[in-house]
């Protein structure tokens, strides 16, 4: 019988005091073995490393623990990256510090990669999100076709038109990879990792599905890099600073995705041809994030410069898709705030 495969479990942790305790007991209750863990706390400011610390050196189990604290912020990327030179495993299990995995975690993603041959180079799963207390609050992260029951499914798409679509892309907070993904193409270069991961493995490998929810995605006050979804923000500046975000690291995720084109043509894996029309639609997406980025924060004149200059480039999409930018920002923010009102609840 062969030797099951060291797998590495990372956790990545900022200022998460709060929750990281949890996190990391999720990571050391973990079932699989041979399982080393790797903590990375990324310079946080509040209690988090202590709290790493203490929870360490009160572990006894049977898991390898490797605890880092990086000097300097470097973001959600750079951790990864940070992590990815820690990790010895042939698979990678990301988590965050605000998350919770199931303990069966690792041990059901091995199944699946087992079954596919080791063949997959990213695997995620759905999810259960929960309140900022733990509190339980549906089912979040599926894909496919809600008819297909099966527990393990292939997500097949065409990484040439991902560029534009960005689809399929895997559920980040349960998100699981070969490092394969960083030796073919190196390290990240933007915080969407699952954007750039999910490109990357439609380039070079097989997206797998795990249909069975394994994590507890909390949602909270802090959150603020989820990609796509529910406008279901506390208030208009969490929005604001929440768009600026996205379209500060999707632009650097576009520059992160054009550089792995890069790397494939030169690679053999694309002709010219195919190089330059994948490079053009990434632009394209790009501009659309950078217009957005220079519009949130610039004054009246700048905004309609910018539109201007975008309406000039034949952008006509971008351009009607941010024209309510040119209002005063106060009215902005009241229209704004006035289409995500709460109903008042009548009592009798």
Not at 40 to 63: K, M, N, W
Not at 235 to 259: C, G, K, P
Not at 316 to 340: M, S, W
Request: hydrophobic fraction near 35%.
């Amino acid at each position: 019988m062969n030797a099951r495969p060291l797998i590495s479990f990372s956790l990545g942790c900022y200022n998460q005091a709060a929750y990281i305790r949890e996190a990391l007991e999720a990571a050391l209750a973990q079932t699989y073995s041979p399982l080393e863990i790797i903590i990375s706390d990324d310079a946080s400011t509040d209690r988090s490393f202590e709290i790493l610390q203490q929870t360490v050196a009160a572990y006894t189990g049977p898991h390898a623990v490797k605890l880092n604290r990086n000097q300097s912020n470097l973001g959600i990327g750079g951790n990864v990256n940070r992590m990815m030179k820690l990790c010895q495993g042939e698979l990678v299990v990301i988590a965050a510090g605000d998350d919770v995995s199931l303990p069966e975690r690792t041990e059901i993603i091995y199944q699946a990669w087992e079954k596919f041959g080791h063949r997959p180079t990213s695997i995620s799963s759905s999810y259960r999100t929960i309140a900022a207390d733990g509190t339980e609050l549906g089912l979040g992260g599926l894909r496919g076709d809600p008819k297909d029951t099966r527990p393990f499914q292939l997500q097949t798409g065409d990484f040439r038109e991902f560029l534009t679509h960005r689809q399929p892309v895997v559920c980040g907070c349960s998100h699981a990879w070969s490092p394969e993904l960083f030796r073919y193409f190196g390290p990240l270069k933007t915080d969407l990792e699952d954007l750039v991961l999910s490109f990357r493995t439609l380039a070079i490998g097989q997206m797998l599905y795990i249909r069975q929810p394994l994590v507890k995605y909390r949602r909270h006050g802090s959150n603020v890099s989820f990609f796509a979804g529910k406008d279901d923000t506390h208030s208009f500046e969490h929005r604001e600073n929440r768009l600026r975000w996205i379209a500060e690291q999707t632009v650097r995720a576009y520059d992160n995705l054009m550089a792995d084109v890069e790397i494939l043509h030169q690679n053999g894996q694309l002709t010219r041809a195919e190089r330059e029309r994948l490079l053009k639609a990434g632009r394209r997406v790009q501009t659309v994030y950078a217009v957005e980025r220079q519009l949130i924060d610039g004054n009246g004149l700048k905004r309609l410069s910018t539109l201007t200059d975008a309406l000039g480039r034949g952008n006509f999409h971008c351009g009607l898709r941010f024209l309510p930018r040119l209002l005063p920002r106060t009215i902005y923010q009241a229209l704004y705030e006035f289409k995500n009102r709460k109903p008042v609840s009548l009592r009798t």
